[in-house]
């Protein structure tokens, strides 16, 4: 990870002599006695579309929040570009949000509603019309300037809020759920659109979500949070590929656990391999870990079922496991078969459906062998 | 739509005769030739002209508008901000008290109230007339003004102010660019009930009138002591047309608005 990267990468948190644009120092936040986020710290660089990923309640929203203002931590600091914002009310902020509802002004039209926050900067009167009309043009809403906000759908109102917060050019632009509201066709592609707007202005987003595919989508790294706490802060392909615990592992995608202890390596093996006892009778699970936990502690070993082969006849690999099929997903491109390894532990694999359905040649209750190689899957301790 | 019943058409018009008849009989004799209330002697609009002359009581109109224009403005704006204050402050402890104490004037009687106005204004030494009753108006109407207002903001998405907070504005120019804007409809309709408990009030205003300033309720009613008059009449009758034309013309505006509203819809789905 530490090597330096070719320049065309972006990945600011790799360089340690990068100044991050945000950092959150310590920050603690308590309601009463609820606490929402807890001596929690986090670097967020310049021009990263940064994703705080969450279920309801983790303290994703009051983090956000906590950045534009409307409420302050109860212990720690935010540094915002130098400056502690801890005590900058909202409205001198360099920050700008897009609030989840939109919070377009009803009584003002698509014009006004984007104007409004240049009318209240020091931006000279006679450039503030040219600044709408380029955020218009930017968000494809030039015909609509002139009505208000109930008489244009639901992703042109999304688009109108995504003007009127990126108008006074803030250095951090933060979106709270902001496609919540859209179906999911239009979703996709706004996403794209996001990303794009994104990269042509150059702003730091920072967004909120719940929908882990939106996240892994838009983002330069995610942040995966639980109880006020970060669970893990990486790229997308990261959280993917190497979730640091279960729980990341289980919150993104599909997962398979499997639990077992660490057997004692042989003299001379591979110092980065593994091996786990899962089940009295069957082989362990052969797999491999920068640093392989001690032995005999418990772990859960943790594969992604399209990285699981499903095969009629035995064959060649590090790990194979014979099984029963039990139910099959059938989801047009792919099939997941759910495969009985043992009594009561069922083990997902993911195939491609590269035939038509009617040629398929595995079917319920058949006698299948599942296979992966050695580095294919996680040792997660616990 | 179905066919009408006899059983609502009977009840239809026993609930209006029951709603209107007492005022079509004020009418009717208002426009009485005779001086004797209670005999007809055929159709006269002397009346009206001889309240014309009436010094007294075009003094005390003067008087009751004045009092409600005033009252109500001030208690527009104390009754919003009450609204406003009582609506965002959030939980805090003795909340429940401080939003009760601002409704109680509601179910107080109305002679309790008068009655402490005007031991309050001996105390502190004010002479009583327009101004006092103005206060004494205020007070009471406030609390309507506030609840109306408070009905309003309580679904009001609050999001709407941290987006004006976030682009910008202090917190007062939030309020008055984009809350103020927003709720304006509930406030003015405040504004309107607050007048009309001002036009009304006769209880209040006694206790707290002084003999340079008398409102019209205290003067019909101080009249009516000495005998219903016809000009009396004449006088409810003029008040029963202009709260009537009142009401026509705010609902005209409604529906136009609504009307220019729904054609905003068309034009922009076009």
Redesign the interface.
Known sequence: MAQPRPDAVFAPWDDPAEVPLIQFKNVTKRFGDFTAIEDLTLDIYAKEFFALLGPSGCGKTTLMRML???EKPTEGSIILDGVDIGPV????RP???M???Y?L???LTVWENIA??LK??DMPKDQIGDRVERMLKLTQLGKFAK??P???SGGQRQRVALA??LA?APKLLLLDEPLGALDKKLRHETQFELMDIQESTGTTFVIVTHDQEEAMTVASRVAVMVDGNLAQVATPDQIYEAPTSAYVADFIGDVNLIEGTVEVQPKGADPTSVAIKWSPTEDPIKATADTPPPAASTVQFAIRPEKVAISAEKPEAANVMEGKILDIAYLGNISTYHVEVAPGLIVKAQATNTRRISRRNLTWEDHVYLSWTDTAGVVLSE | MRRFSWFNATSLTFGFAFLYLPMLILIIYSFNESRLVTVWAGFSTKWYGELWQNDAFLDAAWVTIKVAFWSSTLATVLGTMAAYAMVRAGRFKGRGLFSGMIYAPLVMPEVITGLSLLLFFIAIGLDRGVFTIVLAHTTFAMCYVSVVVTSRLVSFDQSLEEAALDLGCTPFDAFRSVTLPIIMPAVISGWLLAFTLSLDDLVIASFTAGPSATTLPIKIFSAVRLGVTPEINALSTIMIGIVTLGVITASLITRATAKKAAADERAAAG
């Open positions: 534009a203002g409307f009310p909202p409205n001198e920050v700008n949000m609030f989840q509802s919070a002004f009803p009584h409004f926050g209240r900067s009505r208000k109930h008489q244009i009127r917060s006074k």
